[in-house]
Structure formats: C-alpha cells, structure tokens
C-alpha cells in the first residue's frame, strides 16, 4: 500500500487531502481482508471486493454506514490498488476490475444569492469592539480573504496556499496552484484587489511580527500561514454574523461559477477560472441556473401554472 500511495503522489500528483482519504480507505481494506484471510494481494477474489463494499454501505459496529459517494472513493481506491499491482507484477490477477463504485445522486452546488454574498463580505470585515492592532489585523485580512475566495473562485486550500508573489494586483491577477500541482492564472476584481492591498499594508505587517513571517499571503494571529480550518472559521464567524446559514467552505467558489453563468459567461471560461479538468465537471453549474429560470419563470408567468 505505501509503494501504492508513493506511486499516486509521485507520479500523479495526487492532494495531499485526496492521499489521506485513500490512506484511510485502504487501511479499512487490508483490515477486511486480513479478518478474511487474506494475506496476499493475489489472493484477493472478487467476491472479497464486493463484501467489502457491501460492508461500507451497510456499516458495522466500528464504522457508520456510507454514503453513495464516499464508498465510491474508496471503491476507486481499491480498483487503483489492485491495478498498480498487475501492472507491477505483484498480482496475475485484477479482482477489482468488475467491481463498479456506487453512483452517487447527483447534487447540485449550493450557490448564495448576490445579495447573501454582500452581506457575508460585509459582516467578514468585523473587528471586536475593543480589540487590539491585532484584532483590527484580522478583521481586515478576514475582509480580504473572502474577498479574494468570492473574486477569484479558489478553493479554500488554494487561497491559504498562496504566497505573498503569487499576486499581481497591478495586473490584477493571482496565479493559484491548484489540484494535482496544476496551476492556472486567474484575474483578481477591483473589490478583492483592494481588499487584499488594505491587508497587505495596514494588517499583514502586524501579523507578521507575531512570528517569523514568511512568504505565506494569509497569516494567523501567530505570524505563521493561516490554515483551512482557520480559514473555515472566519467563513463560518461571518456567516453567523450575516445570519446566513448552509454556509460552507465551497460555498463562494459555487456562488462565483453560478453568478458567472447567470451573468452569461461562457462554461469553457468558467471552467478555466475554477481549474476544472473536464468541462463536465463545470457544466453541473449550468443546471442551477436553469432550474433558477424555471422558478422565476413560474412564479412570474401568468399562466406558467393553472
């Protein structure tokens, strides 16, 4: 399993989020097939790799029952696993070939209304009534952070992963390294753009003597590199301070391809600006927005309804 792994983060560039999942769904494997006898990868029957999945959907009393899509990822962990060995010689067999993940129910993206966006920006530039130059520091790097995420479409690992030259903001762009070490130029907004340069002059230097500073572009209270979680409280502080609720770390980046659609942008442009490989994976966006027409028109046609 480790060469498998070493193989994924090597060769395919795999996230470090993505290596830890399959980390742990392999883990729960070799345990189910060692409880089997199983000691040999080529041992391994196909019958073992559907009880596996059955035992993922139905739980046990270790582990709650899973959902469609997180049994699929590990389904696609173990056929990649047994792959990997046929391919390296470890196994004559693959025994996973025919095993199909579960098809997840298709979900579209929870996109906040414009208005809804305002109000979290707003309520993100906050400081504590009292607070200290280190709390006004937050308060605008908060401001620009979500800023940023909502201008920009990053994902939140993305955004707290930038570096202070990954921008330009006299150009107006950021280059964002994105999943599998692809990275792609994005442009930045006015609103963000100013939002970001406040923080780099008036509040980044604060934060920055707290520690050693760094290159990092987003710096926690202690100077280092603010992480996801942080960045997923300062969503979640605002978003309480908005009264807005169903607000979650994806929550700007689905909010920024929706408004982009709506605002008759191209899915191919879309695409490129949220790194998608597969315009497929984009074109999910497309369906908000039609079912966004279908509720406005049924509510606003005379005879949309009998």
Avoid: C
Wanted: aromatic share 4%; glycine share 10%; charged share 25%.
């Amino acid at each position: 399993m480790r060469t498998y792994l070493g193989h994924l983060a090597v060769e395919r560039g795999l996230a470090a989020n993505t290596l830890s999942s399959y980390r742990r769904d392999l883990r729960r494997y070799l345990t189910a097939l060692v409880g089997s006898g199983r000691t040999a990868v080529d041992q391994v029957t196909e019958d073992d790799v559907r009880g596996f999945l059955a035992g993922l959907r139905e739980g046990d009393a270790e582990h709650p029952p899973l959902s469609a899509g997180s049994a699929a990822r590990a389904v696609v962990a173990v056929r990649g696993l047994h792959r990997f060995a046929v391919r390296e010689g470890l196994s004559s067999i693959d025994p996973a070939r025919e095993v199909k993940p579960p098809t997840p129910p298709r979900r579209l993206p929870k996109a906040i209304s414009i208005d809804d966006v305002e109000r979290l920006l707003a309520a993100s530039g906050t400081a504590a009534e009292g607070g200290g130059d280190v709390d006004a520091a937050r308060a605008l790097r908060d401001r620009a952070l979500l800023e940023l995420l909502y201008g920009s479409g990053a994902r939140i690992s993305e955004a707290v992963g930038l570096d202070v030259d990954d921008l330009d903001l006299g150009e107006g762009f950021a280059r964002i390294a994105g999943k599998g070490g692809k990275t792609r130029v994005v442009p930045v907004g006015d609103y963000a753009g100013r939002a970001v340069e406040a923080y780099l002059v008036r509040a980044r230097p604060t934060l920055s003597r707290a520690g050693r500073g760094g290159p990092a572009l987003f710096l926690n209270a202690r100077g280092g590199r603010l992480s996801r979680q942080g960045a997923w409280m300062v969503l979640r502080a605002a978003a309480e301070r908005a009264r807005l609720s169903n607000v979650s770390p994806h929550t700007l980046r689905h909010s920024f391809a929706t408004h982009l659609l709506d605002g008759g942008a191209d899915v191919r442009v879309v695409q490129e600006l949220l790194g998608h490989a597969s315009v497929t994976t984009t074109q999910v966006y497309t369906l908000v927005t039609v079912q966004l027409l279908r509720e406005v028109y049924a509510t606003s046609h005379p005879r949309a309804r009998s």
